[in-house]
């Protein structure tokens, strides 16, 4: 336990739920501005129904694994010691100063794994708190899976 009878690992996980309040604001903001450009899209580029619906449907998925990315990042750095954080980033070549673009690519072709079932193994969740983030992306992937299906 930390000072004052804190536990530092219970106000990690308080800083990460936090963003989650942004979900219903998101929520709000894309049902209107998605809209608007879709329709916008739609109407310039004269697609086939069938086309577009694909498109819509690449670009949904594309935001999901972007904002799962984003998290599992998030998740990553705060639920990790700093000496376990430091060796995942040497493991993938990266370090802490590094470029922002290729700790988004780790994420990002991470959650591609994920969200796929391909699962190479080159990159995995390494605690609990990664584990967990992960199965709700995984329950998202399947989600996704099961509207190209219908």
């Known amino acids: ?8 690992q219970a106000t990690r996980m308080v ?3 936090k963003p989650f309040r942004l979900f219903r604001v998101l929520r709000l903001i894309r049902n ?11 109407s310039k580029l004269k697609l086939p129904p069938f086309a577009f619906k694909m498109v819509r449907l690449f670009a949904l998925i ?5 904002l799962c990315s984003c998290f599992f990042w998030l998740v990553k750095v ?17 370090s802490r100063e590094g470029s922002r673009v290729g700790k988004y690519m780790v994420s990002f072709y991470f959650i591609n794994t ?4 391909v699962g190479f193994g080159d990159i995995s969740a390494t605690n609990t708190q ?19 299906l219908t």
Not at 78 to 94: C, G, I, K, T, V
Not at 130 to 141: D, S, T
């Open 62 to 66: 594309l935001g999901m694994v972007h």
């Open 130 to 148: 990664e584990r967990g983030f992960l199965v709700v992306v995984m329950y998202i992937g399947t989600i996704i899976f099961g509207m190209l």
């Open 114 to 117: 994920v969200f796929t079932t």
């Open 15 to 17: 800083r990460l739920i």
């Open 1 to 8: 336990e930390g000072q004052a009878g804190f536990d530092p």
């Open 78 to 94: 705060a639920s990790n010691e700093p000496s376990e954080f430091e060796m995942f980033l040497a493991d993938n070549n990266l």
């Open 32 to 42: 209107q501005k998605l809209l608007v450009i879709f329709d916008y899209i739609e």
